[in-house]
Every structure is written in C-alpha cells, then in structure tokens.
C-alpha cells in the first residue's frame, strides 16, 4: 500500500514541479515584455527631449 502512496506522492510533487517551472516561464515572459516596452518608452522620450 505504501509503494502506491509513493509513486502518487512523487508524482503530484512532479506536477506541482512542473507547474512551477511553467509559472516561472510565464513570469519571463511577462518581464521581458515590460522590459522592451520600458526601453521603447525610454527611446520615445530621449528623442522629444
């Protein structure tokens, strides 16, 4: 009974792992998203001045 439990620990800690790594990915994403728009509003405002 306890091979069972483990194999289905291991597995959901696996998901939860994998979830983890997807949210991290997302997260990249949106921060390198901010940081181009930074760097165009930044160019935008060199050239006015």
Do not use: G
Request: charged residues 35%; glycine residues 0%; positive net charge.
């Amino acid at each position: 009974m306890s091979d069972s439990r483990d194999s289905r620990d291991s597995r959901d800690s696996s998901d939860i792992l994998k979830r983890k790594i997807n949210s991290a990915r997302d997260l990249h994403s949106v921060v390198r998203s901010m940081k181009a728009i930074a760097a165009a509003n930044v160019d935008q405002y060199e050239n006015v001045a």
